[in-house]
């Protein structure tokens, strides 16, 4: 599987031998097996070991194409047909087992290293990496530092409060409370990675600070979920963006959620707080010809600036332009995440810190929240952590939150209902000029003309996107081993635009055998359509910026352009029809989404949401949601303001609370 993803190809001139490197040259095989071994969830690994077996069988090759044979015994050419039938199968079963065995492949082949930190494949895709000497220089700040809790053996603690999760909404609820006097204790699985950790690696990162290592997806593998799983949560590597609960979220939240007050001044305040605290403005927002060519097409198409596009606000203060790993932890600090802004802030106030501490349940005793019990790992050593407050702030993600509550026993309709991700997908174009999309700032353009154009502000709206060697391999279709290296070739001309939409649909999130996440998610026909939508409005947008080759994520070969003329319009055109033909469907075309939330919702039915407005559980007294869990609604634009915004409002509550006594 490996070598007919990843092949040998022979042919001069290969100056940097990437044609002739094969995925073994690479040692993928291994790799592969040891995250599949090491990382993924039982049940997905007994789905994987049924689809190697499958394509083992002769008598199960001799029903499905026609040939009694292995496929270890095929030719290249012939692995390479037989898994591009899989690839654009009917059948859903071997499309996801395709899709699934791909993108670890393909990211493995250009995000993992070597013993000297390098992958022998960036050269000739036109990627520097990281310098280690410049990363060296930049150490995290002495006031910045926060002095975590490590226990050598079991361990109780009393507190008033015990937030668990250290992102968004529970950095920000840590910080409101332990500066109001509350007794603190955090509680986060992740690793109190600071600028001192960052490696600035793709592969690396994605295994230490990302929830399952980067490979958490939904139950049917069509939707790629990236959350963060660290100090700060996904602010420490998200792409930074900063935008308002548009009014209209407001008023939706405060109609059907029963979030008195959220239109009003006092929570406008909040939101301006934030802004501030975050250091939010546009002075750092950099065009980089990434973000430019959204510019340079809505320009050229006659877009207004300011309401159809727009430059986006950023928390950035001192980057510089030195954006280019932003993804995987700020090694400068001057990203304005809640790991230097609000976790500090606790610390400062008095609040504790347990990181690599997972919390397991949350213990509830007559209707009310008592404390959690958790686990510190560590070297290999688990040491039981019991910690006895009284509050719990469930803020570990909108993945995550609801696991822990039914793990807990907090199991009625409501909790993980109505689960959102704007999905996403994008196009990609080649132009003339080098682009290097992972260079500076990650999203500085954002394009909004379009999301009324559904009711409920549910139509698309864009934004540029990195594409790092890893993440591009996984997402660039595959039509063929050397198809797929001709398109990595030129990725440093490329660029690549994320459409995403408002869901109308919702998903569901519960829990497996083990009692970890399982995503259930499907989207709905007017998702699909406004999708479809955002992707021909974004080739508009980036043929009028000079794109000679636009391409989808489609598993279907769907381009227009040779990458070295104009497209014309009658090319063009057929390229949009070829794009509402193929339509979106799950794994047909890759999706993915960095905005999980709602699974724990507000609102004032039981049934359909797990929280009443305020924030607090409707059946468990003292039981508060802190995260992305909390959204009524999508808010349409990126969540992390709205997230802490939220957080705040919710802090304020049980503040009052626990000041009565």
């Known amino acids: ?6 092949p040998r190809v022979s ?25 599949l071994e090491t990382y993924v969830a039982p049940d997905q690994r007994e789905d994987m070991r049924r689809l190697l077996r499958v394509l083992e069988s002769r008598s199960m090759n001799f029903i499905l194409t026609g040939r009694p044979v292995r496929f270890t015994a095929l030719s290249p050419e012939l692995r390479e047909q037989y898994l591009l039938g899989w690839a654009h199968s009917r059948v859903p079963v071997k499309r996801r087992g395709f899709h699934a065995i791909k993108r670890l492949i393909l990211f493995l082949a250009y995000a993992s290293t070597a013993s000297d930190g390098r992958n022998p494949n960036w050269p000739a895709i036109g990627y520097a990496g990281p310098d280690d000497e410049e990363r060296a220089r930049h150490r995290q700040l002495e006031n910045l530092r926060i002095d975590p809790l490590r226990p050598q053996r079991e361990t109780t603690l009393d507190t008033d409060v015990c937030v668990v999760g250290s992102g968004a909404g529970g950095g920000a609820i840590a910080a409101r409370l332990a500066s109001g006097g509350h007794r603190v204790v955090v509680l986060e699985a992740g690793p109190y990675a600071t600028e001192n950790d960052f490696t600035q690696r793709e592969g690396d990162t ?10 958490l997806s939904t139950s049917d593998y069509a939707i790629g979920v990236l959350a963060g799983a660290t100090a700060g949560g996904s602010t420490t590597i998200n792409w930074m963006t900063c935008l308002r609960p548009p009014v209209w979220a407001l008023q939706e939240w405060e109609t059907r959620a029963g979030m008195t007050g959220v239109t009003a001044s006092g929570f406008q305040a909040i939101v301006d707080d934030v802004w501030r605290r975050l250091r939010v403005d546009t002075d750092e927002s950099l065009v980089n010809p990434s973000n430019d060519v959204l510019r340079r097409g809505c320009e050229a198409l006659g877009y207004r ?6 430059v986006i606000p950023r928390n950035a203060k001192g980057c510089l332009g030195r954006c280019d790993f932003c993804f995987f932890g700020c090694v400068y600090g001057a990203k304005q995440s809640a790991l230097v802004t609000y976790l ?19 213990f509830v005793d007559g209707g009310e929240a008592r404390g959690v019990e958790a686990v510190y790992r560590h070297e290999g050593r688990d040491v039981p952590v019991h910690v006895r ?11 995550q939150t609801p696991p822990l509550l039914l793990r807990s026993g907090v199991s009625f309709p409501g909790v993980g209902a109505g689960f959102r991700i704007d999905p996403t997908t994008a196009i990609v174009s080649e132009f003339s000029d080098p682009i290097r ?9 954002v394009v909004r003309r379009f999301q009324d154009a559904d009711e409920g502000h549910h139509g698309p709206w864009i934004e540029a996107a990195p594409g790092h060697p890893g993440l591009s391999a996984l997402a660039t279709p595959w039509q063929g081993g050397r198809r797929h290296k001709d398109r990595m070739r030129a990725l440093g001309r490329a660029a690549a635009s994320i459409v995403l939409v408002r869901d109308v649909a919702e998903g569901r999130i519960g829990v497996d055998a083990r009692g970890e996440p399982r995503i259930d998610y499907r989207l709905s026909r007017r998702d699909r359509r406004n999708l479809v939508r955002g992707l021909q409005e974004t080739a508009r947008i980036h043929r009028a910026a000079g794109a000679l080759r636009i391409s989808t994520l489609h598993l279907r070969e769907c381009s227009v352009g040779d990458g070295r003329r104009p497209i014309s319009n009658g090319a063009f055109d057929d390229f949009l029809e070829q794009i509402a033909r193929l339509g979106i469907r799950e794994s047909g075309v890759a999706l993915f989404t960095a905005h999980p939330m709602g699974s724990a919702r507000a609102g004032l039915d039981a049934r359909t949401s797990a929280a009443g407005p305020t924030g607090e559980c409707h059946e468990v007294r003292n039981l508060w949601i802190g995260d992305g869990s909390l959204l009524p609604t999508a808010p349409g634009v990126n969540p992390m303001i709205s997230i802490i915004a939220l957080a705040i409002r919710s802090a304020d509550f049980i503040h009052e609370r626990l000041s009565r006594g």
């Open 437 to 445: 999309m992972w260079d500076g700032p990650m999203q500085t353009i």
């Open 305 to 310: 600036p300011g309401s159809d596009y727009d």
């Open 389 to 399: 407050s009284k509050v719990v702030v469930a803020a570990g993600s909108a993945v």
């Open 1 to 6: 599987m490996c070598e007919a993803l990843f």
């Open 11 to 35: 042919e001069e001139p290969d100056p940097d031998g990437f044609l002739a490197r094969s995925a073994a040259d690479l040692g993928i095989d291994e790799d592969a097996a040891r995250v």
């Open 206 to 215: 994605y295994d230490r600070m990302f929830q399952d290592h980067g490979l």
């Open 344 to 362: 500090p802030d606790a610390g400062r106030a008095g609040a504790t810190f347990l990181f690599d501490t997972r919390a397991e349940r949350i």
